[in-house]
């Protein structure tokens, strides 16, 4: 794998580095975006010289190499951000959105743990209905809280569309395969919003897309 532009990003479809890409998108920056599968490729040698665990994303801006989503919208906001999607040092939201930002993973640990369960584990035996009905209530908990927030706004921060949105974006996109977000009326709409954004729309895999993580509509209705 050559790496020649400034900015690389190796994503795989619908896994977190789909916050990564989006935040390209939206910022429309010049990146080479390299498409892993879900599996061997991010074992190979190569990758495994840029991410010591062979997960994605991983980023490299020049010299910089990055590997954790929440870092990356952080570094790329900071250093490209011309749209308002940063809350820099300083600012009145600047801890509101470092809250955000991170609270993504408090959903997505609970989406990756079903994402194991119900898709990893191939072997339904070796499945445990037990941790998917934990996992699933946490991670509706988790969501709860997010209804709260947006009880009397669009976005998370009051100021509007930041990049704290596209962490928790993604963290719901992936979510709402596990759970049925529609009982939440505000986070519904507030998916919907986010979901209508050409940057997010031009993140999703293309049509006849192969080597995808998410094949079904939902899991939430598959039988223990
Ligand atoms: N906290 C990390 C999590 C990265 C992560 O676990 N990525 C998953 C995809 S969503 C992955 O690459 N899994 C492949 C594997 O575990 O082999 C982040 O936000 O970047």
């Not at 119900?118 to 209804?147: C, G, H, N, Y």
Request: hydrophobic share 35%; glycine share 4%.
């Amino acid at each position: 794998m050559d790496v020649a532009m400034a900015i690389t990003l190796f994503h795989c479809q619908e896994a977190r580095s789909m916050r990564s890409l989006w935040l390209i998108n939206e910022l429309n920056l010049d990146a080479e975006v390299i498409t892993l599968s879900f599996g061997e490729e991010l074992r190979s040698d190569d990758y495994m010289s840029r991410h010591p665990l062979g997960r994605v994303p991983c980023l490299i801006d020049g010299d910089t190499t990055l590997y954790e989503s929440g870092a990356i919208t952080e570094w790329l906001c900071e250093n490209y951000d011309t749209k308002n999607l940063w809350r820099k040092p300083g600012d009145p939201e600047r801890a509101e959105w470092l809250q955000w930002l991170h609270y993504a993973e408090t959903i997505c640990v609970h989406v990756a743990s079903l994402t194991q369960q119900q898709i990893v584990i191939f072997d339904s035996e070796l499945r445990s209905p037990t941790v998917r009905k934990l996992e699933t209530r946490r991670l509706e908990k988790a969501i709860e809280v997010l209804e709260t927030q947006l009880e009397n706004q669009d976005y998370l921060l009051k100021s509007g569309f930041s990049g704290a949105d596209i962490g928790v974006g993604y963290s719901l996109h992936a979510g709402r395969l596990f759970t049925d977000i529609s009982v939440f009326p505000n986070v519904s709409r507030y998916y919907e919003r986010l979901s209508k954004r050409p940057a997010f729309q031009l993140s999703l895999p293309e049509p006849g897309a192969t080597n995808l993580i998410y094949t079904e509509e939902n899991y939430w209705m598959e039988p223990s």
